[in-house]
Structure formats: structure tokens, C-alpha cells
């Protein structure tokens, strides 16, 4: 079934902020029953996804929203698990072609953040996502991936990442991010003596 595309948008009437989908006329004669229903509710589902992140992320109380640098690992990619199903689900008739930028604008978070967080849901597995290890660090190992992947590396970089989270000798983020630099260029794995 291929899924009819949508976007989520907002827009200003005065002093009111109005978020609405939008969807092509022409696509609304493929929706089988009241089109208007089926567009709010899953409006509906969007934005009771923005409160399900809002309340893993920050909590219980949105105005004391906590820094989102200082949660564990884990629950970035609890996260990611929730904001990358939705917009995959069979389920959803609709897929939301703004859907990184929409997440963006309704949760705080920049788009790149976002595309970081849908993404490392699928090539790390729960298991390989350590408290340990700051989130920035799969981040950064994330936008090497494709170039690890082409020396055989990528995986051996995953293990050794955590290797050096549990043992609680990663090296600073910058110099993490030097290491790749490395690997990368000399299409070797980085030793260290920690």
C-alpha cells in the first residue's frame, strides 16, 4: 500500500498559532471514507507522538525542561525508536514528507539532531547503545559510517567505542572525532594504549 503524502505545517491566524496537515486534493480521492476524519486523527497521532517524545525527553514537567546533553543514552535512542516507527508504521496511511523538520519545529530539537536520532535506531541495535557513552559519540561514529563500512571498520568501531565507554576512557568528543579522521584516512583501526 503506498502511503499518501502529507505535511504537517504551521501558520499564524493573528495572534494564534494554527498546525495543520496539509495534503494534495488529488490524493484525498484515494482515502477510502471521510477524508476530513482521517486527516485529523492522524493529526491527532502526530501530535500525541510530539507529547509521548516530549514527556520521555523532558519529563513530566515541560517547563523545566531538563538539558537534553545530560540523559543517558538509552533514551536518545528510545527516542529515535519512537519518532523513526511512526512515520514507518504499515499502519499510517499518511507519511509525512516534512516529517524531520516538523519533529524540529513541535520538539525543539534541530533537523540534523532529529535525522541523527531516526537514523542510529537503524544501524545500532538497543543493545549496543551504552549509558556510558555520551549520545554525541554514536553521533559523531554515525557520520563516518558509510566510509568505515567501505574499509570493513564499522563494526570494529562500534565495539570499541563502548570498549572504551565501559572501561570510562573515551577520549574527549573533539579527539573522538580525530580518531575517525584517522581511521578514515589511514584505513587502519585506532590503537590506543588506554
Do not use: C
Amino acid at each position: 500500500m503506498t502511503k499518501i503524502p502529507v505535511k504537517i505545517i504551521e501558520f499564524s491566524d493573528g495572534d494564534k498559532k494554527i498546525q495543520e496537515v496539509m495534503i494534495d486534493l488529488v490524493d484525498t480521492m484515494q482515502i477510502d471514507g471521510d477524508p476530513g476524519k482521517k486527516i485529523e486523527q492522524f493529526r491527532d497521532k502526530y501530535f500525541n507522538l510530539v507529547k509521548q517524545a516530549e514527556k520521555l525527553f523532558y519529563g513530566n514537567d515541560l517547563n523545566e525542561k531538563k538539558k537534553y546533553q545530560n540523559l543517558p543514552s538509552s533514551t536518545y535512542w528510545k527516542l529515535g525508536k519512537i519518532l523513526q516507527k511512526f512515520n514507518e508504521d504499515i499502519k499510517n496511511e499518511f507519511k509525512v514528507t516534512n516529517y524531520n523538520q516538523s519533529i524540529s519545529r513541535d520538539f525543539g530539537l534541530s533537523v540534523d539532531y532529529v535525522y541523527d536520532l531516526v537514523t542510529i535506531v537503524k544501524i545500532f541495535k538497543k543493545n549496543e547503545i551504552l549509558d556510558s557513552v555520551p549520545f554525541s559519540y554514536y553521533r559523531a561514529l554515525k557520520r563516518k559510517k558509510n566510509e568505515l563500512e567501505k574499509l570493513g571498520l564499522f563494526e570494529k568501531e562500534k565495539k570499541r567505542l563502548n570498549q572504551l565507554g565501559e572501561k570510562k576512557k573515551l577520549p574527549g568528543r573533539e579527539n573522538y572525532k580525530k580518531e575517525l579522521n584517522t581511521i578514515v584516512a589511514t584505513g587502519k583501526s585506532y590503537i590506543t594504549n588506554r
